[in-house]
T-cell receptor, first 111, second 114 residues
Framework: ELKVEQNPLFLSMQEGKNYTIYCNYS?????LYWYRQDPGKSLESLFV?????AVKQEGRLMASLDTKARLSTLHITAAVHDLSATYFC???????????FGDGTTLTVKP | DTEVTQTPKHLVMGMTNKKSLKCEQH?????MYWYKQKAKKPPELMFV???????INESVPSRFSPECPNSSLLNLHLHALQPEDSALYLC?????????????FGSGTRLTVV
């Protein structure tokens, strides 16, 4: 059974600081997603990582994938209040057509 | 059109009611999904239609019944639901369940069972 673990689950940080969210998964997979969810809203796709060593950046967010370590990271640079949300990673088992989400990291950025 | 459209946005139903949730996409995606999300929890996959072939999460009770009339439409029929079924129901689509392609999520239907 595929398991996805995110940490931390809750993150409170000050504006301007840097931090990293970690996503570990238990079995091999060829796709990993990062999503953002604002309270009461749907999921917004941030990144799709398709191969080992993949790195993608959008604004203050950068995601990377290490398939050998079964680890993905979401790095936040110089956080701003607008980044406050819950961030999920999700791993896809394409053979089974299944997706498994981590528990999410609730990020609060304070002035 | 790069959206997944879900209707209704909110639904309140009694335990003896029958209702349906609808999802539509016109991106040519051939895989569509239903997810259930409880408050402060990650989404849980309920059903997958890939090229109109159904895959089921076996833990989903039979009071939920999916239907895929064509590759652009996905319905979720609800019957005799329980209060614990109250949740946000999300539809998503992707180009295919193979390599590549990202998920696009709809805005969700907030379901309350009374």
């Amino acid at each position: 059974e595929l398991k996805v673990e995110q940490n931390p689950l809750f993150l409170s940080m000050q504006e301007g600081k840097n931090y990293t969210i970690y996503c570990n998964y238990s079995t091999t997979s060829d796709r990993l997603y990062w999503y953002r969810q604002d309270p009461g809203k749907s999921l917004e796709s941030l990144f799709v990582l398709l191969s080992n060593g993949a790195v993608k950046q959008e604004g203050r967010l950068m995601a990377s994938l290490d398939t050998k370590a079964r680890l993905s990271t979401l790095h936040i640079t110089a956080a701003v209040h607008d980044l406050s949300a819950t961030y999920f990673c999700a791993v896809i088992n394409t053979n089974a057509g299944k997706s498994t989400f981590g528990d999410g990291t609730t990020l609060t950025v304070k002035p | 059109d790069t959206e997944v459209t879900q209707t209704p946005k909110h639904l309140v139903m009694g335990m003896t009611n029958k209702k349906s949730l609808k999802c539509e996409q016109h991106m040519g995606h051939r895989a569509m999904y239903w997810y259930k999300q409880k408050a402060k929890k990650p989404p849980e996959l309920m059903f997958v239609y890939s090229y109109e072939k159904l895959s089921i999460n076996e833990s989903v009770p039979s009071r939920f019944s999916p239907e895929c009339p064509n590759s652009s439409l996905l319905n979720l029929h609800l019957h005799a639901l329980q209060p614990e079924d109250s949740a946000l129901y999300l539809c998503a689509s992707s180009p295919y369940t193979g390599k590549g392609g990202g998920y696009t999520f709809g805005s969700g239907t907030r379901l309350t069972v009374v």
